[in-house]
């Protein structure tokens, strides 16, 4: 039920395909597992504080705003 496979993904096509530094791992969870995910992340998601400066795996963030902040900090 709670199951979760580990899958060996390729990072970069054009490295060495037999080089172990060229993987990487992806989590396969099963639905069950996903559901359980969210309920619980609705849960405690109002006790959960993030830095203001991260962009990253935030609603509504993303890179392209990291990318702004970057540039306009430095003029």
């Given at each position: 039920m709670l199951s979760v496979a580990l899958v060996p993904m390729i990072k970069d096509k054009a490295r060495k395909i037999?080089?172990?530094d060229n993987?990487?791992?992806t989590a396969l969870a099963?639905?069950?597992s996903k559901i359980i995910?969210?309920?619980?992340l609705g849960r405690i998601e109002i006790f959960v504080?993030?830095?203001p400066n991260?962009?990253?795996f935030k609603n509504k963030h993303g890179?392209?705003?990291y990318i702004y902040v970057c540039v306009k900090g430095r003029y």
């Amino acid at each position: 039920m709670l199951s979760v496979a580990l899958v060996p993904m390729i990072k970069d096509k054009a490295r060495k395909i037999s080089s172990k530094d060229n993987y990487r791992p992806t989590a396969l969870a099963s639905v069950f597992s996903k559901i359980i995910e969210v309920i619980i992340l609705g849960r405690i998601e109002i006790f959960v504080d993030t830095n203001p400066n991260q962009f990253g795996f935030k609603n509504k963030h993303g890179t392209d705003q990291y990318i702004y902040v970057c540039v306009k900090g430095r003029y």
